[in-house]
């Protein structure tokens, strides 16, 4: 499965709704996560089975979708959230796993 | 709470080796299918290579691009899970993080080391 995201810069003024797309090459049903990666650190998982919010993670991240199209939106962006984003699928193991190029959310 | 912490990278030349160590604490490596994910600025997130949890018999699986030169392996007793990367290429320059799935397959991955960093460069 290859994974496209779009756009891939988005700027947004803070207290904005943010949407990401991300679209998959054949169906990955709901096996598809996102992740938040903020310069010098790691991934953190924000959403997998495509809507369920990971421990810790605010109402505000939501995800949806299923089969090719996916979206995570965020309601109301807070300065924190100002990151790089990424949607990785998993339907396809074994053998492969595959994550997304990503998305730059950036303050308009 | 979970804590990965990996060592091992540097750089080294073309066709060289270097094993990658991750060492974790708040989990068991062997109830998960712990996993290896790189990062280029132009390739961006790429998974590497998957050891799965003991009750499914260990078996292992790599991505095509490292098949062959790489090698996963896990000690349960030291709660280390290991990445020896033989014939190294200017490609396989990138971080390297550990991290362990949500669930006991490798599925998608709820905890992440700081990741190190490999530079293949002569």
């Known amino acids: 499965v290859l994974l496209t995201q779009s756009p891939a810069t988005l700027s947004v003024s803070p207290g904005e709704r943010a949407t990401i797309s991300c679209r998959a090459s054949h169906s990955s049903r709901t096996n598809l996560a996102w992740y938040q990666q903020k310069p010098g650190q790691a991934p953190r998982l924000l959403i997998y089975?495509?809507?369920t919010r990971a421990t810790g993670i605010p109402a505000r991240f939501s995800g949806s979708g299923s089969g090719t199209e996916f979206t995570l939106t965020i309601s109301s962006l807070q300065s924190e959230d100002f990151a790089v984003y990424y949607c990785?699928?998993?339907?396809?193991?074994?053998?492969?796993?595959?994550f997304g190029g990503g998305t730059k959310l950036e303050i308009k | 709470e979970v804590f990965l912490l990996e060592s091992g990278g540097g750089l080294v030349p073309p066709g060289g080796s270097l094993r990658l160590s991750c060492v974790g604490s708040g989990v068991a490596f062997g109830d998960f299918a712990m996993t290896w994910v790189r990062q280029t600025p132009g390739r961006g997130l790429e998974w590497v290579s998957s050891?799965?949890?003991?009750?499914?018999?260990?078996?292992?699986w790599y991505a095509d691009s490292v098949k062959g030169r790489f090698t996963i392996s896990r000690d349960t007793s030291k709660n280390t899970l290991y990445l020896q990367m033989n014939s190294l290429r200017a490609e396989d320059t990138a971080v390297y993080y550990c991290a362990k799935p949500i669930s006991p397959p490798p599925d998608c991955f709820d905890s992440w080391g700081q990741g190190t960093l490999v530079t293949v460069s002569s």
């Open positions: 089975g495509a809507s």
């Open positions: 050891i799965s949890h003991t009750a499914s018999g260990s078996s292992r």
């Open positions: 990785q699928q998993y339907d396809d193991w074994p053998p492969t796993l595959t």
